[in-house]
């Protein structure tokens, strides 16, 4: 049909924009859809495009209502016969048995892409994300944790992580068997090529310390994807950008981003996340004047008029969930708070008050876009290492060219509030005549 190479669904809003950063870096053209558009959209998109990918929301979601959210989305994709069809999951492997489970993800992409292994590689070393000997680690202010003693994962009120084998981990969401390689399997890729293909087990968790160890399981990847149909991947936005440079032979090249920004003003900050990461965000943009508010009773109508105040005098504001994210029913907790965000959110862009929002949570991420009608997302500015500034398309006119910056919980340095308020487009030089 085209040459597509990559299509991707991403669980949340912020890991599938991690997606589209990855890919630019290696100088693709990608279009990422939040929500899966009718066929004819999507298959015009990959007609132009070197990935098209899908934002969901199932990372969030109860088990029990993952596959209409996943499957038609999965048989989407693979109608357009990419060379890989990538499921991005956070790398911190968020899941559980009874939300967000990727074991359940595996046995719908068996029945849609067939028996063979799914290669799971959660590893992101720059994001200071580790798999060894199937354990997985994630970094946290400048040390790096097992993952089931880091202190956000370990204490997530949704998805609290256990245990740090990732195999074991999986294993707790399907009874399909799930394997492992170790890094002392890695002789070159095609031993790695080889060992895939025998690997009997529903999916084989892979190990990587290094972007050198994640390129060669990418090459080994791609190495064994057909001409006649996709090879199904889960994994991190490490792996999207490994498969990049697999898929285009190490030949990437980085592309300049921010050339073009909305006018200075105040910035509206909203937040579910309880990352003590994003604590510290809020407590040094609160030091920087910003105004701190909080989500208390169901009526937030004085809360939005003091939004829209503060934001028409000059002063940026973050709003909280305070109190209110007490978890009880996880992912409808979720949905609910993002619900009352999301009013707050429009609320003020309908006033003009503000043209660049930060929302802080991967799963509040996604559910306050969809709910505030965004159609499509596309890279404005790469501030600072993974954070991306995103440019909104939709066809509601105060929508419409906001800028976002959809921040996971644990992302971005402490003074990132500040930062984003002040980011500017960078001066395009003119060619010398």
Known sequence: MNDLRIAFYGDDFTGSVDVLLQLRRAGWTSRLFLGLPDGAELQAAAAEVDAVGVAGVARSLPTGRIEPEVRPVLEALRALRPQIVQYKACSTADSSPGVGSLGRVIEIARDVFGPATVPALFAQPDFGRYTAFGHHFAAEAGQVYRLDRQPTMSQHPVTPMRESDLAKHLSLQTRLPIGSMHLTEYTDASNVARNLRLRTEAATVLDAMTDGHIELVAEA?????????????????GFSRGLAAALSHGNTTQVDMADELNADGPVLAVSGSQSPQTSRQIDDARRQGWTVLALSTQDDGPLKDRVIAELSAGRSVVVTTGDAAEPRDGGSLVEALSA???????????????????????????????????RSLSIAANPVGNVVLCRVAS??????????????GQVGPVDLFELVRTLQARPRVAPIS
């Open 340 to 374: 009352r965000l999301s009013g707050v959110v429009e609320a003020a862009l309908r006033v003009g008050g503000n043209n660049r929002v930060i929302v802080c949570g991967g799963d509040t991420s996604s559910h306050v876009l969809r709910q505030l009608g965004a």
């Open 221 to 237: 990847v791609v190495a064994n994807s057909r001409s006649n149909a996709p090879q199904f991947v889960i994994g991190s936005g």
């Open 395 to 408: 066809p509601t006119s105060w929508l419409d060219g906001t800028e976002m910056l959809l921040k996971g």
